[in-house]
Every structure is written in C-alpha cells, then in structure tokens.
C-alpha cells in the first residue's frame, strides 16, 4: 500500500515557477514508477510526466517539455515536478500516482497506475 500527498499548488501568474511535491508513504516508494497528471474544470485528467522507478526512462507531455521537470528522491520517498513558464492553460489540479508496469511506453495510461494523491491545485494568472 501506498499513501501519496501532493503539496506545493498555489497561485502564480504567467512566465512563473512552481515546485510541487508528492510525499509518499511505504518503504517500497523506490520500487514503483511515478506519474504526475492534471485535470483542468471540464476536461479530462491528462498526462504530465512519468518517471521510472531507477530514474532512468521519463516521459513528458508535448505540452509542457521543455518547461517542466519531474525528479525523485527514493531516500526521501519524495517525487517532484519542477514547472517553469508557466502559461494559463497549465492551471488545473495535479495528482501524483503510483504503479508498477511495463514497458514505459504505458507512463501515459491512468490505468497503469494504482495510487493516486488527492490533488493540489495550480493556479496561473494571466
């Protein structure tokens, strides 16, 4: 069993940077890969980033590479997103999620993951 928490949301206008943060509970954290989604008011939950168990594969987006970063400390059972200039259209709430799966091309697949955090929310002003 896994128990993840977001944290880090918040309100930020265009061009800025948030950090976020997902804690995770368990002493197996290091053993599952780590997915970050967002669901925006009346859309769908999307794909973000994905991040393999060793850091060794990830996987982003189209429309947040180049500004977003996912990175993972397993001592610290901690998975981050770093975001960088960020535009409007990136508001939404972020959830954090956990599974095991293979192959990686499966990172963009909710289904792929059996833990999921409440959300935080991201805010970006114009």
């Known amino acids: 069993q896994v128990q993840l928490v977001e944290s880090g949301g918040g309100l930020v206008q265009a061009g800025g940077s948030l950090r976020l943060s997902c804690a995770a509970s368990?002493?197996?954290?290091?053993?599952?890969?780590m997915g970050w989604f967002r669901q925006a008011p009346g859309k769908e939950r999307e794909f973000v980033t994905g991040?393999?168990?060793?850091?060794?594969?990830?996987a982003y987006a189209d429309s947040v590479k180049g500004r977003f970063t996912i990175s993972r400390d397993n001592a610290e059972n901690t998975v981050y997103l770093q975001m960088n200039s960020l535009k409007p259209e990136d508001t939404a709430v972020y959830y954090c999620?956990?599974?095991?799966?293979?192959?990686?091309?499966?990172?963009?697949?909710?289904?792929?993951?059996?833990?999921w955090g409440r959300g935080t929310q991201v805010t970006v002003s114009s």
């Open positions: 999620a956990a599974g095991r799966f293979s192959p990686y091309s499966d990172y963009p697949r909710s289904q792929s993951y059996n833990y």
């Open positions: 368990g002493r197996t954290f290091s053993t599952y890969h």
């Open positions: 991040m393999s168990w060793s850091r060794a594969s990830t």
